[in-house]
């Protein structure tokens, strides 16, 4: 087992080997570099994007897609991503490593029943239309996606953009190119899209002034807006050395107001080594985190506190510009961003480590665990962890064949466990006297799939065991 300690104040999470963490500690906003002021008259609050989330009490039935199977995929032999759990992308959570995301890059894309032009069209896609790739024909000319409808079809490859490496996907079989004669995906590699801006922001971008010098390799550069919005001229320019405020009821500046302001901070990093990367912002109210602009997390809203992350995948060495907006509604504001490389595991679980019981700080310890069967009774998890009160989250890759899933959950007393497949929910159990929560997913695809299991303990024993089988 290897054990990696984090300080307390250290961020970190999910896959790849040593967490290379990037170290944005507060430092207090009064050493921030003051560029320019502006006095303007406060703006009106706009009407905010309300959240839609929910949790079941507890789910026993299994999930099921609706979109309708295409009939010619199925002529040709191949599973269709309909009968398999894949989730569409959602920024602020993990993506199931076997997909890529992409958008239409072309004014209109025919999304076909079949890898050629000479299948009929199922439906004609705009511009900076968000797809997951799925699978590719052998040739590399064709792409099996699903909308974030689920709506599944094939694209011709040259007319999307890809965030991640194509080559990564599974060939499909009996398509286009015979069974017999498709190569490996080492041997025949797909090109990597270089990531540019391709999706819409619904919030409006105002640059800086251009008499100001460019941002730093050592500093945010902060514009402080007197709306909610963003909108008009900043009332404030300034560099701030580090993305970490806890402002409370208070104001960033005397001429920035307590309520209804937004901030948007642009930094260029230095990233030294290539890999998947693993974004965190602890905000409140709500913001939005872009790599070279690529929407990474996108919570706009003013939910109640929650820790957002979001991955980019296969990040090149070299210098990458970071964005960073963020609003205030009302109420205490705060505003924290970090970043770090993820740990790659092969058949083992990465487990995050908190100490406390809603993974609301960054990891105390992240390590590799063979399996998730731990009965810790009334002891702490490991050395500097309290016994109570702590929660932990589990995340592994595993390749299953395909077939009806049966997932169960043994935990103790005062304990919850939520477990999910591909970041579809498949069982929860909040118990007081502890006990057994089962789950089941139907017609799950044959290939990889994610499995990500959540743990909290609040007090009494604590116990964790999870088993999945397949049904024969």
């Given amino acids: 087992m290897t054990v990696i300690l984090l300080a307390s104040c250290s961020p970190a999470e999910t896959p790849t080997a040593t967490p290379v963490v990037t170290d944005l500690t507060a430092t207090p906003a009064a050493a921030a570099t003051i560029i320019s002021t502006k006095d303007t008259s406060p703006l009106s609050t706009p009407t905010l994007r309300p959240s839609t989330t929910s949790t079941p009490a507890k789910i026993t039935t299994t999930p099921t897609l609706t979109s309708t199977p295409v009939d010619s995929f199925a002529s040709e032999g191949d599973t269709l991503p309909s009968l398999s759990p894949l989730a569409t992308p959602t920024p602020g959570t993990p993506s199931a490593v076997f997909v890529v995301p992409c958008t239409v890059g072309v004014d209109s894309l025919q999304m076909r029943g079949g890898p050629g032009p000479n299948y009929d069209s199922i439906k004609t896609l705009a511009a900076g239309t968000r797809l997951v790739a799925l699978k590719y024909t052998a040739s590399g000319s064709w792409l099996l996606v699903e909308t974030t409808q689920h709506e599944a079809g094939w694209v011709n490859t040259a007319a999307v953009v890809c965030r991640g490496d194509l080559s990564r996907l599974p060939v499909a079989q009996g ?33 800086a002034s251009p008499t100001l010098p460019a941002p730093s390799l050592g500093s945010w550069r902060g514009e402080y807006y007197n709306n909610s919005n963003l909108t008009g001229e900043p009332v404030l320019v300034r560099d701030d050395p580090a993305l970490d405020f806890n402002w ?24 030294a080594e290539e890999g998947d990367y693993r974004f965190w912002a602890d905000v409140d109210d709500g913001g939005k985190l872009y790599l070279d602009g690529w929407l990474i997390i996108d919570e706009w809203n003013t939910n109640p506190y929650v820790l957002h992350s979001g991955i980019f995948a296969d990040i090149k060495p070299g210098t990458h510009t970071l964005m960073v907006e963020f609003f205030e509604a009302a109420g205490d504001a705060h505003a924290k961003v970090w970043f770090e490389k993820t740990i ?44 109570d ?18 997932f169960e959950a043994r935990i103790g007393e005062e304990d919850r466990v939520k477990l999910y497949l591909d970041d579809w929910p498949i069982l929860e159990e909040d118990s007081d006297d502890g006990g057994t929560a089962t789950g089941s997913f139907d017609d799950v695809g044959a290939g990889t799939h994610t499995i990500r299991v959540e743990y909290q303990d609040f007090s009494e024993e604590a116990r964790i065991e999870i088993d999945w089988d397949r049904d024969d």
């Fill in 175 to 207: 398509v286009g190119d015979p069974a017999t004669s498709v190569p490996s995906p080492a041997a025949t590699p797909l090109p990597t899209a270089t990531p540019r801006p391709a999706f819409p922001t619904p919030t409006p971008t105002t640059a």
């Fill in 248 to 271: 409370g009821p208070g104001s960033p500046d005397p001429n920035v107001p307590t309520d209804n302001f937004s901030v948007r901070w642009t930094r260029p990093f230095e990233f």
């Fill in 344 to 387: 790659v595991s092969g058949n083992k679980w990465v487990g995050e480590y908190f100490n406390n019981p809603d993974f609301r700080s960054p990891p105390f310890l992240i390590r590799e665990d063979d399996d998730i069967d731990f009965d810790w009774d009334d002891d702490e998890p490991a050395p500097g962890m309290p016994d």
């Fill in 389 to 406: 009160n702590f929660s932990v989250r589990w995340q592994r890759t595993v390749v299953l064949k395909a077939g009806d899933y049966n």
